[in-house]
């Protein structure tokens, strides 16, 4: 079990806001003389600290200590990222979702999916918090459930980023961004990650096969933004080379919509802030064959 130091963030203006305060380096002391050195983690538990106050949370895994080499003083006492406080470095999720939103249980990766931690890796906590309007302390703590087996495939994120594609113009009730990618290899589907802020209604994820035959991947006619999470398959699907993954996001920035943070409706473009709008949508795959792993993220 690791623990951040404790933080104390005034959350009264922005009603989202995301903090990074930094964990102790995970494959040393924090964890137990028998867990010096390179080791191997199966699964993840995070418990948040304050939950009433976080929207979600995902570890970020930096193997090169480069978000602390280039961010120093601010890295080490937490920052507000989403404000671009923090600058440059490996900030990736590294091919892993590993995510917290009320009433996420533990998650072990499927035999042969460990993911190595070595000596001297940062793991940063990205917490998404929620307003309360006065001063609140967070210490969150992350347990790790270790596997004496390496991995024997190798998980990697591919990324497609056209969020500079959003541009809605107030009143607009069906703005449809969409993102494709067409697989180079035969694949196992695992899980599905969809995010988007107030302004998205309704999201579709599916597959065309090489044959024009449509697989729906999730569908959710009803997209709210407060229950956003890892969607995991009861049993892989497989996709053969040549598959097309698309994405369909439908944005209402009318009156109509309910969650629209802006009254009347403004322009709104891409962007994490929470009155600009972000959307992303994730497979962890696996390619059949080689011991290679994919996970393509769209955003």
């Not at 002391?29 to 028998?34: A, H, I, R, T």
């Not at 990736?92 to 979702?97: K, M, N, P």
């Not at 439908?250 to 009155?275: E, M």
Request: hydrophobic letters at 35%; charged letters at 25%.
């Amino acid at each position: 079990m690791a623990e951040t130091p404790e933080v104390t963030a005034v959350i009264a203006v922005e009603k989202h806001l995301l903090r990074c305060p930094p964990m102790p380096p995970a494959s040393g002391e924090s964890l137990g003389p028998k867990r010096s050195g390179t080791h191997y983690v199966r699964g993840i538990e995070i418990q948040p600290g304050n939950p009433k106050i976080i929207h979600h949370c995902y570890i970020v895994v930096d193997r090169t200590q480069a978000l602390h080499t280039a961010n120093g003083e601010v890295y080490d006492a937490g920052a507000m990222a989403m404000d671009g406080q923090l600058g440059g470095g490996n900030s990736e999720l590294d091919s892993r979702f590993l995510t917290w939103r009320p009433g996420t249980p533990p998650y072990l990766e499927p035999d042969g999916m460990t993911w190595r931690l070595d000596k001297e890796t940062d793991l940063t906590l990205i917490m998404h918090l929620l307003q309360s309007g006065k001063a609140e302390a967070i210490r969150p703590r992350v347990g790790f459930y270790f596997s004496e087996r390496p991995p024997n495939k190798f998980p990697m994120i591919l990324k497609l980023e056209h969020d500079g594609d959003i541009d809605i113009p107030p009143g607009a009730k069906d703005f449809q961004i969409s993102d494709d990618l067409e697989l180079t290899a035969d694949v196992s589907v695992f899980a599905l990650l969809p995010h988007a802020h107030y302004l998205c209604k309704e999201m579709q994820a599916f597959a065309t096969l090489p044959d024009g035959t449509r697989k729906w991947m999730i569908w959710i006619k009803k997209w709210d933004f407060d229950w956003q999470g890892v969607f995991r398959y009861a049993e892989p699907m497989y996709l053969p080379k040549g598959t097309r993954l698309s994405m369909r996001y439908i944005y209402d920035n009318s009156t109509d919509n309910p969650r629209n943070p802006n009254v009347p409706p403004q322009r709104v473009r891409g962007g994490q802030k929470r009155r600009k709008r972000w959307r992303i949508c994730g497979w962890k795959c696996c390619r059949i064959g080689e011991k290679i792993c994919l996970r393509s993220r769209l955003r």
